[in-house]
């Protein structure tokens, strides 16, 4: 199918080995965030072999410009169900639990706004393998893929939305500042504060993992202290997902020698401060993971001490951004200035009955907003 000049097509995916021949080429030719790199979507399809997704591809005569993979699953909403697609999701809370952000249609840059609103036009006139969908869901995406899909006529409502935060490095090496002097006051004295208790113990360190050996034992480590941090507050912790520690063992082994992951400790003498897992693409750090040793002292800001360390290191190094990613933890707002919102978009088909539903749900929503009456 031909639109605006492209070429579409819709397959099951076949070999992992030559779609990993036209990702990598495609993505050298994007801006892709890190969860579109073949590093995670690669690691994705090897470690949840049970997925059976549809092939996106997008082409410009003979060259690919987009490629997408889309997980059919089937919802169940209250009494009726639904044909879902989900975008680079398994579309099962279990194995979605490694949690893409940045999700959306790895494009050429010269072609990026043409082949997502293309995209999302084929699908609303292309049958599924002979069923029809009635949903997609693109999770933690930005505002854009939903302009996108709008334009293509697709109804859109949003499951979730989320503020992201970063620190711009960039700006900071050119202000002629140091970093602690772009924080809040009461953010930089928590810092120093907990940094002269520490160095009590000894300098304050953070040493990278420098062979797969370390790193398993490093994220050993970090597994300990998020589980024992995440049960004290009566939570399971995100280790307690088999297939989320499976993945990311997985993951870092592929990329460590790469540099396109870093775990790195942070101690003061040979005392504990934390650990922090972090993703690195095209000199962006996705903050996605720590570990961290806490004590009883209040004083102590491990998570804090832990970040501000690795920032700083990365302040030496060739890194534009260092990204907290989406959620409203208060270190985030702390350290990190806004990014974009990311959104949990849904996408249907423009039918009568998601016209109604898309009325209700605005309807609710500016009753929700309105002032109580006197």
């Known amino acids: 199918m031909n639109i605006d000049g492209l070429t579409f097509g819709l397959e099951r995916l076949g070999a992992i080995d030559a779609l990993r021949r036209w990702w990598t080429d495609l993505e050298s030719r994007s801006d892709c965030s890190f969860f579109l790199s073949w590093h995670w979507i690669g690691t994705w399809l090897r470690v949840t072999s049970s997925l059976t997704p549809l092939l996106l591809s997008v082409r410009d005569g003979k060259a690919i410009v987009g490629l997408a993979l889309l997980q059919p699953a089937r919802l ?60 997609i869901h693109v999770a933690l995406s930005t505002d854009g893929i939903g302009r996108s899909a709008k334009e293509a006529g697709l109804i859109g409502f949003e499951l979730a939305r989320k503020r992201s935060w970063f620190v711009d490095l960039d700006a900071v090496r050119s202000g002629n500042r140091s970093y602690l ?14 940094v002269k208790l520490y160095e009590r113990h000894g300098p304050i360190a953070a040493a990278p993992a420098r062979t797969p050996k ?40 592929i990329c460590l020698e790469q540099e396109a992951v870093e775990l790195v400790r942070v101690t003061a003498g040979t005392k504990p401060i934390g650990l922090v897992y972090n993703l690195i693409h095209r000199g962006r750090v996705y903050a996605y993971q720590t570990g961290l040793c806490y004590e009883d002292d209040q004083r102590l800001k491990p998570g804090l001490v832990s970040h501000y360390v690795c920032l700083e290191r990365h302040l030496e190094r060739p890194v534009r951004a260092y990204d907290f990613m989406a959620g409203d933890s208060r270190y985030k707002s702390n350290l990190g200035i806004p990014g974009p919102d990311l959104v949990h978009h849904v996408f249907k088909r423009p039918t009568i009955m998601a016209r109604g539903e898309h009325f209700l749900r605005g309807l609710n929503r500016r009753l929700s907003d309105r002032p109580n009456a006197l």
Do not use: M
């Not at 169900?81 to 790895?106: F, K, M, R």
């Open 76 to 135: 169940r909403h209250g009494l009726g169900s639904s044909n879902a697609l989900y975008l680079h999701q398994a579309g099962d809370p279990v194995t979605d639990a490694i949690t893409i952000e940045y999700n959306g249609i790895l494009c050429d840059r010269n072609y990026a706004a043409s082949v997502e609103r293309s995209s999302f036009q084929f699908l609303v006139q292309r049958e599924l393998l002979d069923a029809k969908w009635n949903e």
């Open 214 to 253: 370390e790193a398993s034992s490093y994220l050993d480590e970090l597994k300990q202290y998020h589980q024992s941090s995440w049960i004290r507050r009566g939570k399971a912790g995100s280790f307690a997902n088999a297939h989320f520690e499976e993945f990311h063992r997985r993951l870092i082994e």
């Open 181 to 194: 002097e772009t924080i809040s006051h009461n953010t930089r004295y928590q810092i120093r504060r907990a």
